[in-house]
DNA sequence: CCCGTATTGATGATGATTATCGATACGGCT
DNA sequence: AGCCGTATCGATAATCATCATCAATACGGG
């Protein structure tokens, strides 16, 4: 399952003359076993169970490395810390917060998406990607539920 | 001119039994004599140059205090720092920032909007706010201008 | 003008991330 | 298989933004 990520992190390193590591494939695998939405602390910890000898930085240095190879994509620090989720056969979407309970709904939208052309299109801008945050509450933290 | 500022922000002091002090005006003054999307720290360097004297952690509890009175929003922090910028006589938008020069273009888009509370209804999310940001090249960094 | 309380500024603490550095692992070459 | 230059590692110190603490001070109602 993951020898397609594997396979374009090796790729990536290769192109710039990096290599592929030990240490560099534990952290790919820890990150691959996480859900979207970690900090590169959380994924330290789960490296940790893989090798509990490998080192914090180590661990930083490569998530970027992941990033840039396409295979993270790092999501809005809404708190203290980063976060990043899956890039790689994880379509794009938007999120929708929980200001309450935190709870995180994806989604995607084509109105959305098709108003956000139209907007690069206006200002005569080339699209490279956006972010988009919904804040609310969620129904189960709504003060009462719908009439 | 600040006195719309002044009034909203002495009124919320008040309305939770804080004072409008020196330090605050100072604060105060020296943000909105800034441009929009600033740091904690360029506020600080501004209000230095109105009052010498002032602390550090002073103008960080205070940015938060404007935040809170309504009279400045936190926008994303892409890079470190979180930013700030002006709320007050200063409508929602979104922004579309060049990822090569850092150029910010803050607009707002009907059907985004709409579209946005189309997707608030579909999960039954009450709305409380959402961030927008758009990356992109603007005309003057793209690598050939429009055929 | 006084007093209780909010505020201030300096400083230390924190959390996340980055830089430094000697030791080590890779991997192409022979 | 073994050597060697370079990339990498892990530990640690350094940074950066932000927050908490605390004694000294300023506010403002009475």
Redesign the pocket.
């Known amino acids: 399952m993951n020898g397609d990520e594997r396979a374009i992190l090796e790729r990536y390193?290769r192109s710039?003359?990096?290599?592929?590591?030990?240490?560099?494939e534990?952290?790919l695998t820890a990150f691959l076993g996480l859900e979207s939405h970690v900090?590169?602390?959380a994924i330290y910890e789960a490296a940790k169970r893989l090798?509990p000898?490998?080192?914090?930085?180590?661990?930083?240095?490569?998530?970027?490395?992941l990033a840039d190879a396409g295979l993270a994509r790092e999501a809005c620090?809404d708190?203290?810390?980063?976060?990043y989720e899956h890039a790689y056969n994880h379509a794009h979407h938007d999120h929708l917060t929980c200001v309450e309970c935190g709870a995180i709904v994806e989604f995607v939208d084509a109105d959305i998406e098709r108003a956000q052309e139209a907007v690069y299109r206006r200002y005569g801008f080339a699209s490279s990607g956006h972010r988009l945050e919904l804040y609310g509450l969620c129904p189960d933290c709504a003060p009462f539920d719908e009439p």
Do not use: N
């Open positions: 390193l710039r003359g990096l290599k592929m590591t030990q240490a560099r534990t952290v900090s590169a602390d090798d000898g490998i080192g914090q930085a180590t661990v930083f240095r490569t998530v970027k490395l620090r708190d203290g810390a980063r976060r």
